[in-house]
């Protein structure tokens, strides 16, 4: 009788710690942040991110998933399959009035906070007879991976500059890294690509032995691009030395990048999610430098055209953020 009941007593801890750990499973909150492809900075930057709100929310599991870009990542957010995604303005703006790529679908998409600038690279290297942008005719151009922001800004700086995309280029469709190995083989002559500073694909590229480098400027299409789409770009500079071999300012399209999710988010997670970044912004400047620029001072309403999370505004105006 003695070791019947010592069965049991083991069979009822057993369930007691199973039943547990079945609640805590329960308790616990999954957050997918997408991010972009592997050679730019979405990736390393999301995982980052991922990693922090493992780390000091409680009951939180974090990953990051590798993805086509913000088009890609606006349709997670639309179907829940992520809870957060890094994106461009532009894409974010088009997905919340259901325009262009979204057509047909509007996306409930809210912003949580304002990340970085993204800028617009064009390039080249040396030998391809590109100096400037109407070089571009009758080219091998990459203007991004399907699904990408890339993609929705590279057309309309190609509108801007009086090109015809479709007409005036040979275009393909490829990622950073894929674009790099191209352009490196010869199969390509130039590439779009906008993210931060620097891409690691675009550095592996100008450190390449016997390439050399060229990064086209293209600020005079922004009033042009603003005039139709909104005043969602600005201009500026990517500094020499970004990368290896660039020995002067190569002058460019800018557009800020936020952190989004669905309207649908709780505001516990949405506050949670904001103050996390902010508090331990060191840690994800740690993988990537974009993340300097997470400051209380570019939390503004004139940084994203997408309506505020309740959640993430009752943060920022705790802090005195002049939303």
Known sequence: MKRKGLVLSGLALATAVFAGAAIAQQN??????????????YYPLGGGMANVLSKYVPGTQATARVTGGSVDNLKLIHSKQSEVALVMVDAALDALNGEDK???????????????????????????????????????????????????????????????????MRRERLGVAESTNAIKDGKIDAYFWVGGLPTAAVTDLAASPGIKLKLIDHTEVVDKMNAKYGDLYTTGVIPPKTYPGQDKDNKIAVVQNILVANASMSDKTAYDIVKTFIEKRDELIAVHGEAKSITMENQVTKNSPIPWHPGAMKYFNEKGAKM
């Open 28 to 41: 616990t909150i999954a957050i997918a942040i997408a991010t972009g492809g592997t050679g730019g900075v």
């Open 102 to 168: 979204f057509k047909g679908t509007k996306v409930e998409v809210r912003t949580l906070m304002v990340l970085y600038p993204n800028r617009m690279h064009v390039v080249s290297v040396e030998g391809r007879g590109i100096e400037k942008m109407s070089d571009l005719k009758g080219k091998r151009v990459s203007t991004g991976s399907p699904g990408s922001a890339t993609e929705v800004m590279a057309f309309r700086v190609i509108e801007g500059a009086g090109l015809d995309k479709d007409k005036d």
